[in-house]
């Protein structure tokens, strides 16, 4: 499931410098620039106000979006942004130009469902998420809003790989070499806890008769 697209009225910018983009941000607007797509990069300037709330509305990097320069409509992807370290405040963002059959690099996020059908969890058990977010290659224009991890059937001690999960049509992860561990059922505190104290007694006791046997055989020698 691809999240909703959306549209933003941008103006061009002639002049660039930091006066410049200082004006910009004291009239509402904030600087920004498209680039990519074999194209001379754009500078724009965008109103800060729907920039930010597009921003903070959760999957703005994974979010394709119609950018309108003076009638021109460009398809575009953010790919940074920076902030005031401060105030929060959102000073620029960088978008890149999105043509047919583009293909991106996204960290999407990953959603986990029927935790009350994990026989691990209903005990007790605890999800040890590895991978809040996995880092795929995926056509622009079908980004998923997340990837979703089934936790059905998961009993402490399992685990879930990349390759157990279904990834929609065209998107990969980008590591390749081996196939990595987004999450565990691990035992819980109190359980671990027995655990150990079980592995103490029984190691206690192995020890125990060793040291029995020892004297055993010490007195036969004698």
């Known amino acids: ?42 500078s724009i300037s965008l109103p800060y106000k729907e920039v930010h709330l597009k921003l903070n509305a959760g999957g703005f990097m994974t979010t394709l979006a119609t950018i309108n320069v003076n009638g021109e409509k460009i398809q575009v992807l953010p790919r940074d942004y920076q902030l005031d370290p401060v105030r929060d405040f ?15 690099t996204v960290n999407i996020p990953v959603h986990f469902a029927n935790e009350e059908a994990s026989p691990g ?8 998420i590895v991978r809040h977010e996995v880092e795929c290659s995926a056509p622009a224009t079908a980004i998923p809003e997340f990837i979703t991890v089934d936790l059905t ?48 007694e029984d190691a206690g006791e192995e020890a125990e008769g060793e040291t029995e046997g020892e004297e055993a055989e010490g007195e036969t020698e004698e």
Not at 187 to 192: E, G, H, N, V
């Open 121 to 128: 969890l209903k005990r007790g058990g605890v999800l040890n």
């Open 153 to 200: 059937g998961l009993d402490i001690g399992d685990s879930v790989h990349i390759s157990a999960i279904a990834l929609p049509e065209g998107v990969k992860p980008t590591i390749t070499d081996r196939d990595f561990t987004v999450a565990t059922v691990a035992a819980p505190a109190s359980l671990r806890s027995e655990d150990d104290e079980a592995a103490d």
């Open 90 to 104: 959102t000073m620029h963002v960088d978008f890149l130009r999105v043509g047919k059959g583009s293909v991106v």
């Open 1 to 42: 499931m691809s999240q909703k697209s959306y549209e933003l009225q941008a103006e061009a910018r002639d002049r660039v410098g930091k006066g410049s983009a200082r004006a910009l941000r004291r009239s509402g607007r904030i600087p920004a620039v498209i680039y990519g797509d074999n194209k001379p990069p754009l």
